[in-house]
């Protein structure tokens, strides 16, 4: 069965620095996503894109993050400067329908901010 | 703004027992519900879907319902397995754009 995979499965990065969650979405899907989920708490959804372009983006997702989908299979999530409260599990989904269909997820990038 | 709650935050039951796991949510006007399983260490899982026009939906072993009246969903595992052990979502499509809102999830914990 096809499914999402996330690169890497754990990132430990210094406070200030850049870091690049990547992930490959299930191949004939069109509408990618990315959420996260603090350490006990509930998943928040940051941002959803389709098209090339972001289609909708949550309050999280200011202007340190940003997403790409530089080829025809990967989809990237970018943090340019890091804070400690970045720190949490990084997930990355894929729909072939938007609203329509359900949503697949990846295992998840653990990012850790020292 | 919109939410989605569930009534327990665990849940024990013995295998081989039926288990039900309640959801509730804000917004009327949601028309596409979604349960996903979390395993320790993964990413949530698809389980079974529903739409708004639908009261009951069946999967393997699993069976979601849908009360708009009251704006309640529930899942229901036959038979549950130590497997079925996990946290359990239940997910409302905010909008065509396909935005989830998770609750908190309930943790179901299955004694053998």
């Known amino acids: 069965e096809p499914e999402v995979t996330q690169t890497p499965s754990h990132q430990v990065t210094q406070m200030g620095q850049e870091v690049i969650l990547r992930c490959v979405p299930i191949?004939?899907?069109?509408?990618f996503y990315w959420y996260r989920q603090i350490l006990g708490q509930k998943v928040e959804f940051l941002v959803s894109?389709?098209?090339?372009?972001?289609?909708?983006k949550s309050e999280i997702f200011d202007d340190q993050f940003s997403v790409e989908r530089p080829d025809g299979s990967n989809f990237t999530l970018k943090i340019r400067s890091t804070k400690l409260e970045d720190s949490a599990m990084y997930f990355c989904a894929s729909s072939g329908g938007g609203g329509r269909q359900p949503q697949h997820f990846g295992d998840g990038t653990r990012l850790s901010i020292l | 703004g919109e939410s989605v709650g569930l009534h327990l935050p665990t849940l024990s039951v013995q295998e081989g027992d039926n288990s039900i796991i309640n959801c509730a949510y804000s917004n009327s006007a949601s028309d596409y519900f979604i349960w996903y399983k979390q395993e320790s260490g993964k990413g949530p899982q698809f389980i079974i879907d529903?739409?708004?026009?639908?009261d009951k939906r069946q999967g393997q072993r699993v069976t979601v319902l849908l009360n708009k009246t009251v704006k309640h969903l529930s899942l229901q595992i036959a038979a549950t397995q130590p497997g079925d052990s996990a946290v359990y979502f239940c997910?409302?499509?905010?909008?065509?754009?396909?935005?989830?809102?998770f609750g908190q999830g309930t943790e179901l914990s299955v004694k053998p």
């Open positions: 529903i739409r708004s026009n639908m």
């Open positions: 894109f389709y098209n090339n372009e972001i289609s909708e």
């Open positions: 997910v409302m499509i905010y909008n065509q754009g396909g935005k989830l809102i």
């Open positions: 191949s004939n899907h069109l509408y």
